[in-house]
C-alpha cells in the first residue's frame, strides 16, 4: 500500500498545463508548495515542511488523498502540442531525463501507440480522473490575465 503524504492541497492536471507557474505563483505568495517533489515518477515521496504539491502525476493517488485537489486545466490544442513537442508519446522515446515520464505513463495509461491519438486521449481522460476528484478546477489562462 502506498503511503499518501500529509499535504494540505494538491494541483493536478495533464502535466504541460501550467502546474509549473502555479508552484512558482504560490511560492511567490509565501505557500510552502513545491512542482513534481512529493508526487514524482517513483511515486508519492515524504517531505517534511510543504503543504502542497502541483503534479500531474498525483492523479492515480487522488482517490486517497487527504487534502483539497486542485484541478488545473489549459486550452486543449496548447497542453497537446506542447506534450507532443515534448516527445512523450512517440513510440521510440529516446531522452533520458523524460525517460522516468514514460515509464510512470505506461504504467498508468493505456497508450494505443499513435502518439497525436495517444496524446489526445490522454488530455480527455487524464482530466476526467482529475475532475472526479477535484474540489476546485482552475483554467491557467484565468491566472495570467
Request: hydrophobic residues 40%; glycine residues 6%; proline residues 6%.
Amino acid at each position: 500500500m502506498t503511503t499518501i503524504p500529509p499535504l494540505r492541497f494538491v494541483v493536478v492536471g495533464t502535466g504541460r498545463c501550467g502546474t509549473t507557474y502555479t508552484a512558482q505563483l504560490l511560492q511567490r505568495a509565501g505557500i510552502p508548495v513545491d512542482h513534481e517533489v512529493v508526487f514524482t515518477e517513483k511515486g508519492p515521496q515524504q517531505v517534511e515542511h510543504l503543504e502542497g504539491d502541483a503534479s500531474w502525476m498525483a492523479v492515480p493517488y487522488l482517490a486517497d488523498f487527504g487534502g483539497s485537489i486542485l484541478h488545473q486545466v489549459r486550452e486543449p490544442l496548447a497542453v497537446i502540442d506542447s506534450l507532443l513537442d515534448l516527445g512523450l508519446f512517440a513510440s521510440v522515446f529516446a531522452d533520458e531525463i523524460h525517460r522516468p515520464w514514460r515509464r510512470f505513463l505506461e504504467a498508468h495509461f493505456r497508450l494505443c501507440g499513435d502518439p497525436v491519438l495517444d496524446a489526445m486521449r490522454f488530455y480527455v481522460q487524464w482530466n476526467l480522473r482529475c475532475e472526479e476528484h477535484a474540489d476546485l478546477r482552475i483554467r491557467i489562462e484565468d491566472q495570467c490575465t
